[in-house]
């Protein structure tokens, strides 16, 4: 399940799709929440769809896509079939780290509507996501390949992708032979220079996560600059579900998005354990403000309805004209996890 298209059907996604781990990773959880037996046996069955991920590398996903689902597989039942096919996956995420960038290649410059644009080495901000993959497979295996690689992802990241207000960049395209950052775009917001609102999202989830894995400084204090950016933002609504882009010509008359504003909360939670006292009691709360926004009209689907996804009003690429006021797995997926993460 991935979204609900406007005549009501439901779409779905093949398992190369970057979404596909959301839907089993969103059972893991509601299992590990219910101890209910036929949510585990659905959770085996959708993550076991998956396994042929592990050799795939045509896309910079697969961490999302692997950690989601059988991440959560191998942190719930410790069955350690789960957690070889997350080493594997990260070795064929390694295929598209070049030392010389010191990235990983998020799409390939030569295909699809990527094409069209002239990039040679596109690096999106969405792709420090796949970084927490490379931390798991570092700490499984005791090879630190992969640490090296995440944490030079995420230092070029931080010196490419923010600018000086830490709002970020969707796209940088880098030269692959010199590693030069060429060009400053988007791809899903609008225009070029704006802030869209799921890339701060994924920018400060991904620096949290770097944080807790490095014990690095310089990532804590990247994910607190991200976390002031967003939650002081003047277009930033009262009740905490940013617009689509917090850049978007149209504001107030555009669209929310419920998917940003549950990994914010997701974010939050963690950023909070990270950090002390009154700082740390303001991430929490605000965690708290948007999931329990979020429990409420106008976002949370009433029962039986929304082809059975909890929220409404995501927005996936209003640029593409896909996805746009609709639910999202994803949306759905980082919402049960704050909601995990508070609980605890
Ligand atoms: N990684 C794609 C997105 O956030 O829409």
New binding site residues.
Partial sequence: PKSVEKNGRMTQSDIYD?TSGFFPGSLWYLYEFSKNDTLKQQAIHWTALLKPIQFFSGHH?VGFMINCSYGNAFRITGDTAYRSIMVQTAKSLMKRYNPKVGAILSWDADKGWQKEKGWKYPVII?NMMNLELLFKASQYTGDSTFYKAAVSHADKTMQHHFRPDYSSYHVVDYDPETGEALHHQTA?GSPDSSAWA?GQA?GLYAYTFCYRETGLKRYLEQAEHIAQYILQHPRLPADKVPYWDFDAPDIPDTYRDASAAAIIASALADLAKETKGDTSATYRQTAETIVKNLNNAPYRATLGTNQGFILKHSV??LPHQNEIDVPLAYADYYYIEALMKLRK
Avoid: V
């Fill in positions: 970057w996903d969405d899903q799921r994924w996936g690429s």
